[in-house]
């Protein structure tokens, strides 16, 4: 079967810097995307991962350790339209693609 | 250029009755998806189809139908609506296996 978690909910303050984890036991590995998710909205693309390591895009950033099987999302520079859900998916075999469960962010003032 | 258009946006229904949930695309996409996502849960997917004439099942299909008969639509079919089918329903498409998923705007479904 397939497992993947992330924290459910996460709270920060404007302007910080919040990391949402996700570890995950898949039957087969091509890669682990980020979606972003404002409440009654559909899921957006934020980053893709498939070799270790970090991938940097703007204020939001990725990391992969396909060995510890383990993945990070980093926001910098808080803003309040960062409130949102985060989900991690992990492709898995023939391009389907399993989602944890999300990670509710709440960014106050 | 629409991308992924579902409709409809709204739907209720009473248990037991059937409904067609459109998708279509417009980016020529391969690869087509039904996912739900439930309060509090990810997105469980339910039937995806990797082209024309090809469909396999997800997590959780059952008491859901697809077919795909050209590229640019994926209908789901419910055969007989129960309230545990109450969801919010996501059509997803991707270029290749290794891109993005680019989803439709969904289809928040009660059944009573």
């Known amino acids: 079967g397939q497992n993947i978690d992330q924290p459910t909910e996460m709270t920060a303050t404007e302007g910080a810097i919040v990391q949402i984890n996700c570890t995950y036991q898949?039957?087969?590995?091509?890669?682990l995307f980020w979606y972003q998710q404002h409440a009654g909205e559909a899921p957006t693309f934020l980053s893709y991962?498939?070799?270790?390591g970090l991938e940097e895009k703007g204020r939001f950033s990725s990391f992969l350790s396909r060995s510890k099987g383990y993945s990070y999302l980093l926001l910098k520079e808080l803003q309040m339209k960062d409130s949102a859900s985060y989900l991690c998916?992990?492709?898995?075999?023939?391009?389907?693609?399993?989602f944890g469960d999300g990670t509710t962010l709440t960014v106050k003032p | 250029n629409a991308g992924v258009t579902q409709t409809p946006k709204f739907q209720v229904l009473k248990t037991g009755q059937s409904m067609t949930l459109q998708c279509a695309q417009d980016?020529?996409?391969?690869?087509m998806s039904w996912y739900r996502q439930d309060p509090g849960m990810g997105l469980r997917l339910i039937h995806y189809?990797?082209?024309?004439?090809?469909?396999d099942q997800g997590e959780v299909p059952n008491g859901y139908n697809v077919s795909r008969s050209t590229t640019e639509d994926f209908p789901l079919r419910l055969l007989s609506a129960a309230p545990s089918q109450t969801s919010v329903y996501f059509c997803?498409?991707?270029?290749?296996?290794?891109?993005?998923?680019?989803f439709g705007n969904g289809t928040r479904l009660t059944v009573t």
């Open positions: 991962n498939v070799l270790d």
């Open positions: 998916a992990v492709d898995t075999n023939a391009g389907k693609s399993t």
């Open positions: 898949t039957s087969g590995f091509n890669g």
């Open positions: 980016m020529n996409h391969e690869y």
């Open positions: 189809s990797v082209g024309a004439g090809i469909t």
């Open positions: 997803a498409t991707r270029r290749v296996t290794d891109s993005p998923l680019h």
